[in-house]
């Protein structure tokens, strides 16, 4: 059995400690937990941070002073070694939502006194039972929306609050056997492969189809949405995304790893791609732009079965010269 116990045991301890300290305490929880030179990835307006204080008075204190009750709803957890840098290093990885009252405003964003969720997912890098590294990707439209202040046109897909697995089984709190993680990360790496071409030769459903079950589900971010079966996510992102785009680069990632049926990766940025055409309702500027991404996989047999998919559309934007978040919340305010 693959066995990250250890490492689980931080980042869960790490996320007790964190998730019951009020805004005050939060630097506190962070020099306990992580390291001294503690990187910190998050999307935009945040980048990279380093060191517990700066990620706690810059991130946490704020969104917690925003979000209060704040509430963790976990919905996948898994560790495994980092694939990139020849299985050196190993990592933690939650995915969920954190749930709060919107009580304050943030980031410009209005409160409502209501339940929001942050959708989240994060990459956790322990070393010697501290937290090192750690790339936090977080959906600021969807909250966004949630206040009343959609930042985006229309989009192709469905806006949800996303569910975690269809099998409710993505919580992998004790070992799993080696080669399902390993059956994991080969089909991941597979689809990769097919997906870094456009141009693998094949009608864009017999290429998805090569990896993927025919009824997945692709749980996109907020400004893009979330697609059901080959043929939608064909119609409503894929096909769309490909039309839009010209020369892009090659697929790079810091991390990815898997652990039983589940896996995933990040990058910083995943790749480069220059819009050519018409996307999400915005039009084409012919500059290059850079795609953060977290994906996250459920692996069904020998088919890839759900993904959930942090892109940060913000930065991507800003990198067009369209500020997303500033045009919105001063629109709202």
């Given at each position: 059995?693959?066995?990250?116990?250890?490492?689980?045991?931080?980042?869960?301890?790490?996320?007790?400690?964190?998730?019951?300290?009020?805004?005050?305490?939060?630097?506190?929880?962070?020099?306990?937990?992580?390291?001294?030179?503690?990187?910190?990835?998050?999307?935009?307006?945040?980048?990279?941070?380093?060191?517990?204080?700066?990620?706690?008075?810059?991130?946490?204190?704020?969104?917690?002073?925003?979000?209060?009750?704040?509430?963790?709803?976990?919905?996948?957890?898994?560790?495994?070694?980092?694939?990139?840098?020849?299985?050196?290093?190993?990592?933690?990885?939650?995915?969920?939502?954190?749930?709060?009252?919107?009580?304050?405003?943030?980031?410009?964003?209005?409160?409502?006194?209501?339940?929001?969720?942050?959708?989240?997912?994060?990459?956790?890098?322990?070393?010697?039972?501290?937290?090192?590294?750690?790339?936090?990707?977080?959906?600021?439209?969807?909250?966004?929306?949630?206040?009343?202040?959609?930042?985006?046109?229309?989009?192709?897909?469905?806006?949800?609050?996303?569910?975690?697995?269809?099998?409710?089984?993505?919580?992998?709190?004790?070992?799993?056997?080696?080669?399902?993680?390993?059956?994991?990360?080969?089909?991941?790496?597979?689809?990769?492969?097919?997906?870094?071409?456009?141009?693998?030769?094949?009608?864009?459903?017999?290429e998805l189809a090569r990896t993927?079950?025919?009824?997945?589900?692709?749980?996109?971010?907020?400004?893009?949405?979330?697609?059901?079966?080959?043929?939608?996510?064909?119609?409503?992102?894929?096909g769309v995304f490909r039309s839009?785009?010209?020369?892009?680069?090659?697929?790079?990632?810091?991390?990815?790893?898997?652990?039983?049926?589940?896996?995933?990766?990040?990058?910083?940025?995943?790749?480069?791609?220059?819009?050519?055409?018409?996307?999400?309702?915005?039009?084409?500027?012919?500059?290059?732009?850079?795609?953060?991404?977290?994906?996250?996989?459920?692996?069904?047999?020998?088919?890839?079965?759900?993904?959930?998919?942090?892109?940060?559309?913000?930065?991507?934007?800003?990198?067009?010269?369209?500020?997303?978040?500033?045009?919105?919340?001063?629109?709202?305010?």
């Amino acid at each position: 059995m693959a066995d990250f116990q250890a490492e689980k045991d931080t980042v869960q301890a790490y996320h007790a400690a964190l998730d019951t300290a009020d805004p005050d305490s939060e630097a506190q929880v962070l020099a306990d937990c992580t390291t001294p030179g503690y990187r910190w990835r998050g999307f935009h307006p945040f980048g990279e941070l380093t060191g517990p204080q700066t990620v706690a008075e810059t991130f946490w204190a704020p969104l917690k002073t925003a979000l209060t009750r704040l509430q963790r709803r976990q919905d996948v957890f898994l560790a495994g070694t980092n694939e990139v840098d020849g299985h050196a290093s190993t990592w933690v990885v939650s995915m969920g939502h954190l749930m709060g009252l919107f009580d304050a405003p943030w980031l410009g964003i209005r409160p409502t006194r209501k339940i929001a969720m942050l959708r989240y997912c994060e990459f956790n890098r322990v070393e010697n039972g501290r937290i090192a590294e750690t790339a936090m990707y977080f959906d600021i439209p969807h909250l966004m929306v949630q206040a009343g202040q959609n930042p985006f046109p229309p989009q192709t897909g469905a806006e949800l609050v996303q569910p975690g697995p269809m099998t409710h089984d993505g919580l992998l709190t004790t070992a799993r056997p080696p080669e399902e993680g390993a059956a994991t990360l080969a089909l991941i790496n597979a689809m990769v492969a097919d997906l870094g071409q456009w141009n693998s030769g094949l009608d864009l459903h017999e290429e998805l189809a090569r990896t993927w079950h025919d009824d997945m589900v692709w749980w996109g971010p907020t400004g893009i949405g979330a697609t059901y079966t080959i043929d939608r996510y064909a119609q409503q992102h894929s096909g769309v995304f490909r039309s839009a785009f010209t020369d892009r680069s090659k697929t790079t990632h810091l991390c990815r790893l898997a652990e039983g049926h589940y896996g995933g990766f990040f990058g910083w940025a995943n790749f480069t791609a220059r819009p050519t055409g018409g996307f999400m309702g915005m039009p084409a500027t012919g500059a290059p732009g850079e795609f953060r991404i977290i994906d996250i996989y459920r692996r069904d047999g020998d088919k890839l079965a759900e993904n959930w998919v942090f892109v940060d559309l913000l930065h991507f934007w800003k990198t067009q010269g369209v500020d997303i978040l500033a045009r919105t919340t001063e629109i709202g305010a």
